[in-house]
């Protein structure tokens, strides 16, 4: 990548992202208050955040860091009709690094391409959300030991879901076992899918959640995300598909772990949060050493 960018998770080799992985787990032993004491982090999102742009700031403030940007676009000139091109030039004459969130699928691509400083998605419309697999992946290691040969369950949007995609991608390197739950509407893409195929995986495709939970060893539960559709009626008819139950749980694997990127609405029920097998909230924490090692990673100082 231009400028040691990420900007998909397939511009990570398995070697690249095993490195990432080892490094966040020194972060989680070690901090390092001082390592980027002379870097300037500039954070643009775009479009609304929590996790991804708290745990980053989390992160670059951990690191000795300082962050400038925006929180909401229409602060900036782009409320003036700044184009992307223009607004990513200039930020990265300013700053070391760009953390950008953006709703338009391809525009971290697009500003890799036009910055001066290396540019991490921190999400771009509903194609790819990197950062979030990293976490994932970090999370799924730490959860079951071993990242190879396991069995996952894709629940929800798989159309729109950022998340989704970038996980299935970097699952391939692992011999995963897909197990695809969605409405019809919202089945994996196409494109997406082609990446389980080419590896050769195997996977089966479902619209009932409750014939998959006993031999999966993650439940990756997405949310129907209102904002992506521009048909409100889809949205409505789809939306309350999937509610994970704590009582759904009773015959699933000793090793399960439910997984949400978060934010949820209501596709997790509240009475999950207290089983052991409920990961939702461990998983956001560990974008901190995750983004702690991307950020250190990229920049060259690891
Ligand atoms: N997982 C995730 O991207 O959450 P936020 O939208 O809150 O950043």
């Keep these: 990548m231009k400028n040691n960018s990420l900007v998909s998770i397939t511009d990570y080799s398995k070697e690249d992202i095993l490195h990432i992985l080892d490094l966040a787990a020194h972060f989680e032993r070690t901090p390092e208050p001082t390592l980027l004491q002379d870097k300037v982090i500039a954070s643009l999102f775009f479009e609304p955040s929590t996790r991804t742009r708290l745990s980053f700031e989390t992160a670059i403030q951990r690191l000795g860091g300082r962050i400038i940007g925006f929180t909401d676009s229409s602060s900036s000139s782009v409320k003036k009709g700044e184009s992307l091109r223009d607004t990513i030039t200039n930020i990265s004459l300013y700053a070391d690094l760009i953390v950008m969130r953006h709703p338009l699928d391809g525009s971290a691509r697009f500003a890799s391409e ?82 389980i195929k080419d590896a050769n995986l195997e996977y089966t495709q479902h619209t009932e959640l409750d014939e998959v939970i006993p031999d999966v060893d993650i439940i990756y539960m997405t949310r129907i995300q209102r904002e992506r559709f521009a048909d409100p009626l889809e949205y409505e008819r789809v939306k309350n598909s999937y509610v994970l139950r704590n009582a759904m749980l009773d015959k699933s694997k000793d090793n399960l772990r439910v997984m949400h990127p978060l934010p949820r609405v209501n596709e997790i029920s509240e009475d999950v949060d207290a089983n052991p097998k409920a990961y939702y909230f461990q998983q956001a924490l560990n974008g901190v050493y995750v983004r702690e090692a991307l950020l250190a990673s990229i920049l060259n100082l690891k």
């Design 114 to 195: 036009v910055s001066h400083v290396p540019i991490i998605n921190a999400g771009d419309g509903a194609n790819q959300h990197p950062t979030q697999c990293m976490l994932d992946l970090y999370s799924i290691l730490k959860t079951q030991g071993t990242l190879e040969n396991l069995k996952i369950a894709f629940v929800g949007d798989l159309k729109y879901g950022r998340t989704v995609h970038s996980l299935v991608q970097a699952m391939t390197q692992f011999n995963c076992t897909y197990r695809l739950v969605s409405p019809i509407e919202l089945k994996l893409p196409r494109g997406v899918k082609q990446h």
